[in-house]
């Protein structure tokens, strides 16, 4: 569909990260956007202010006069009422990931996919972008610490970047420039059912790269690329043509150097967690790929503030430090303990895991019990069930149990500021991908009276 001929937008489930991107690219570009979502969020409401018109219940009665597009997500239970009414309707309806592989295919792309990662690397390439001058649009899966925002825009693009979700096979859509692949361990198994279908839909990624494209992936992935794609690889090994070495953390920041080939780069950088400094590296590469110089890259790199809920610092300067995370997979949670434990080596740290999803919890249950139990104490609460019906036999319970620990608690949600209020912690972290946040301020707010 032209973009050019749709005026009035109407998005299904705009409260989405991902969604609300692309909403606030239709509000750029000067349409009408409209939407639908469950609850007010602090995200649409900001949208409400940008100038979105969202409504709270499903009623036909509550939608626009006219609609020339209706922008949905898979989320979207086939059962909403406004989604079965826009089906028998002649309006155009089209999945996010479509219309954004069709906003991308204009301009030359750098995609990032893997199962942990991806919002971060495409959110340092975009500051690196913006302090590079470069022109370019951006649609990221969190919000930038930079810039407040999950959708970032600068002159008349010449580079998109996109941050490429497995889920649904949503990145199948974009034939990238650039790509990255930053990690790829068995999740959304209720999508693909088994790992080796996973794989499959990587390697498939792979060969959406454009001819003459680069194919950017951390050293120990091991995948191949078409033979008209040039493979660079990250990480630590030492036939990595992007490397890290030999970091160091003074005054709570990470120093080191990141080298290309046999050159080194001093590197000073200002995000938390040394799973994100790994993050930095990869998108270092990917500029580099784009033409981006190493100043500019190095300058970058020292001014990123973090992405909102990726090992974010809530607050660090009393007596307890409360980290919040937007870690939903063992893999995450376990480098964000690790980054936790280097940060803070001497203080007893507290876990608070919300889990997200029935089928990951049952599909995943060793692993995580195996990362929280890395932690000093932990407490599991109620599964967040998001676009899932609950699974006979699956509970918190099927993760509490297998955590190897004297102090695990289930605390339902409705009990949990009270267990916060009645407990004292020297770092405290809440993990999950639900909707955890809502108590983010709470649980500060009773951190900053203790």
């Not at 080194?264 to 990917?286: C, D, I, M, S």
């Not at 209020?421 to 983010?440: P, Q, S």
Request: with cysteine; proline share 4%.
């Amino acid at each position: 569909m032209d973009i050019n001929q749709a005026h009035r937008i109407y998005f299904l489930g705009i409260g989405g990260i991902g969604m609300s991107a692309l909403a606030r690219y239709f509000l750029w570009l000067g349409k009408q956007v409209y939407g639908y979502d469950r609850t007010s969020t602090d995200l649409t409401m900001q949208l409400e202010k940008e100038g979105a018109v969202i409504n709270y219940t499903d009623t036909e009665e509550v939608l626009p006069a006219e609609t020339d597009l209706v922008i949905y997500t898979p989320a979207i239970p086939k059962e909403n009422r406004q989604f079965v009414f826009f089906k028998n309707s002649p309006v155009k309806m089209m999945k996010r990931s479509e219309m954004l592989g069709q906003i991308a295919a204009g301009i030359p792309t750098i995609a990032v996919a893997g199962t942990h990662g991806k919002t971060t690397v495409a959110s340092i390439i975009a500051h690196i972008f913006k302090t590079a001058k470069m022109d370019f649009v951006s649609f990221v899966g969190g919000i930038s610490a930079n810039y407040d925002t999950n959708f970032i825009v600068s002159g008349k693009p010449r580079w998109a970047i996109v941050e490429a979700d497995e889920f649904d096979r949503s990145f199948l859509q974009l034939k990238p420039r650039v790509a990255v692949i930053t990690s790829m361990d068995a999740d959304h198994l209720d999508v693909y059912g088994t790992m080796d279908q996973l794989k499959e839909s990587f390697t498939l990624f792979t060969q959406k790269v454009e001819p003459g494209g680069h194919l950017i992936m951390k050293d120990k992935l091991g995948m191949t690329a078409p033979e008209n794609v040039m493979i660079e690889k990250y990480g630590t090994a030492n036939q990595a043509r992007f490397r890290m070495l030999n970091p160091v953390i003074e005054e709570g920041k990470y120093h080191c150097a990141f080298t290309e080939g046999n050159q080194e780069y001093p590197v000073k950088f200002g995000g938390a967690g040394l799973h994100n400094l790994e993050n930095a590296l990869a998108a270092a590469a990917a500029s580099r790929m784009a033409g981006i110089s190493w100043e500019n890259i190095q300058q970058a790199l020292g001014t990123f503030k973090g992405v909102k809920r990726r090992f974010e610092i809530i607050c660090a300067g009393g007596k307890s430090v409360f980290i919040d995370d937007y870690a939903h997979h063992p893999e995450e949670i376990a480098a964000c303990v690790r980054s936790a434990r280097a940060l803070f080596p001497k203080k007893k740290i507290t876990g608070i895991f919300q889990p997200h999803l029935y089928s990951r919890t049952r599909d995943l249950a060793d692993g995580f019990g195996e990362a929280l139990g890395m932690l000093d104490q932990v407490v599991v609460m109620d599964i967040y069930p998001a676009r899932e019906l609950p699974i006979e036999g699956v509970s918190a319970h099927s993760i509490l149990d297998k955590i190897d620990l004297p102090e695990k608690y289930f605390v339902p949600d409705k009990d949990l500021l009270e267990f916060v209020n009645a407990n004292r912690f020297e770092v405290l972290i809440t993990m999950g991908a639900g909707n955890i946040d809502k108590f983010v301020k709470p649980i500060k707010a009773l951190l900053d009276k203790s």
